[in-house]
C-alpha cells in the first residue's frame, strides 16, 4: 500500500521567496513520485515526476524535487515565488496501478 | 490534442435525481479514471478501468454509484438517486499506458454537482 503526506495545509510566502513543499511517502514497494498543481476551477496537471532515473527532478514553472529515499521524502521547492504560482500542490504516490494523492498544500503569495 | 474532455461542466440537480457524468480520454490513452474531489475528503480515487474494463471499484462509495467505459473514448459516472452529500468536483483523468504506475495523468477539468 502506498500513502502521502503532506506537511502544512496552507503555505504563505512573499513573492521572491523560496518556496518549499513538503511531502513525505509510504511505500511498500519502489515508488514512482508526483506533484501536480491545481489553479482554481481547473483539473490537476502534471509540475514533475520521480521515476528512479535521478533523485533531483526538474519540473515546469522553475519547481524541483529532490527524492531522499532514507527520509522518504520528496518535497516541492522553487528559488523564488511569483505572483502565479499561487494554487494548490498536491503530492503523489504511484506503485502498483492505482495513484495516491496527499491532502494537497495551498500556496498564497504575497505581493 | 484537446485534452480529457468532461460535460457538463456544472450540473445542479435536486436530491433524488439520476445524474450522468460523461468523461471523454486523451485519444490513444489505455486507462481512465474517476476521481471526487471535496474539502472534507479531499481527492478520492472512485474506479479506475485498463483497456475499457473496471479494475478496481473499491472506491465507489455505494451501490448508488455506477461506472461505465463502453468503448475507449467514452466512460460515464452514474449517481442514482443523488443526494446532497454527493455535492462535490467529479474529476476524469487517462494515462497512456494500462496499468504504468509511472505514467502521468491527464485530468479534464472537472464536473462541478451540486445536489439541492
Known amino acids: 500500500a502506498q500513502s502521502v503526506t503532506q506537511l502544512g495545509s496552507h503555505v504563505s510566502v512573499s513573492e521572491g521567496a523560496l518556496v518549499l513543499l513538503r511531502c513525505n511517502y509510504s511505500s511498500s514497494v519502489p515508488p514512482y513520485l508526483f506533484w501536480y498543481v491545481q489553479y482554481p476551477n481547473q483539473g490537476l496537471q502534471l509540475l514533475l515526476k520521480y521515476t528512479s532515473a535521478a533523485t533531483l527532478v526538474k519540473g515546469i514553472n522553475g519547481f524541483e524535487a529532490e527524492f531522499k529515499k532514507s527520509e522518504t521524502s520528496f518535497h516541492l521547492t522553487k528559488p523564488s515565488a511569483h505572483m502565479s504560482d499561487a494554487a494548490e500542490y498536491f503530492c503523489?504516490?504511484?506503485?502498483?496501478?492505482?495513484?495516491?494523492f496527499g491532502a494537497g498544500t495551498r500556496l498564497t503569495v504575497k505581493p | 490534442d484537446a485534452g480529457v474532455i468532461q460535460s457538463p461542466r456544472h450540473e445542479v440537480t435536486e436530491m433524488g435525481q439520476e445524474v450522468t457524468l460523461r468523461c471523454k480520454p486523451i485519444?490513444?490513452?489505455?486507462?481512465l479514471f474517476w476521481y471526487r474531489q471535496t474539502m472534507m475528503r479531499g481527492l478520492e480515487l472512485l474506479i479506475y478501468?485498463?483497456?475499457?474494463?473496471?479494475?478496481?471499484d473499491s472506491g465507489m462509495p455505494e451501490d448508488r454509484f455506477s461506472a461505465k467505459m463502453p468503448n475507449a473514448s467514452f466512460s460515464t459516472l452514474k449517481i442514482q438517486p443523488s443526494e446532497p452529500r454527493d455535492s462535490a468536483v467529479y474529476f476524469c483523468a487517462s494515462t497512456e499506458r494500462a496499468g504504468g504506475p509511472e505514467d502521468t495523468q491527464y485530468f479534464g477539468p472537472g464536473t462541478r454537482l451540486t445536489v439541492l
Open positions: 485519444s490513444g490513452h489505455n486507462s
Open positions: 478501468f485498463n483497456n475499457n474494463v473496471p479494475i478496481d
Open positions: 503523489a504516490v504511484s506503485g502498483n496501478n492505482d495513484m495516491r
